[in-house]
């Protein structure tokens, strides 16, 4: 008898909870139906096609923006006549990329004279830019 009486109770319990999803499946379908009334969707999906089409118009615009910008910044004469117009300066005022530096003497240094205004004397002085600099600075000490 017992066990009948279990039964019988695990019946009453699932009938309380199908009772219970059949009030919730109601009240959501209430729900659903109000929604539909509320909500026009043919209005909506014409509202979508227009935003699809305006986005659409959005990126082909954003994208030829884009390519007008980088034709614009990127044109390869203005960097050759920015080449052109440094080099022209660079050469104005002496100074070459392409040279080499000059080999350093292979002489020696002579004797340092203490008593008077430092001099160096290298024993190389057939050099023609050698000489050129060392009246230049002899220019400068008057």
């Not at 004469?77 to 392409?98: A, K």
Request: proline share 3%.
């Amino acid at each position: 008898m017992r066990s009948h009486l279990q039964g019988c109770a695990l019946k009453l319990q699932t009938v309380k909870s199908h009772h219970a999803m059949a009030d919730a499946m109601k009240s959501t379908a209430q729900a659903m139906y109000k929604m539909n009334k509320a909500v026009d969707v043919p209005a909506i999906t014409k509202m979508m096609a227009e935003f699809e089409k305006e986005n659409a118009k959005t990126e082909i615009m954003q994208e030829i923006m884009g390519d007008t910008m980088d034709d614009a910044l990127a044109d390869e004469t203005t960097e050759e006549e920015e080449n052109n117009v440094i080099n022209q300066v660079l050469d104005e005022i002496g100074i070459s990329f392409g040279e080499e530096l000059p080999e350093a003497a292979h002489g020696g240094v002579s004797k340092v004279d203490t008593t008077g205004p430092s001099k160096v004397a290298i024993t190389q002085a057939d050099d023609p830019a050698l000489s050129e600099l060392e009246a230049r600075l002899n220019n400068l000490k008057r």
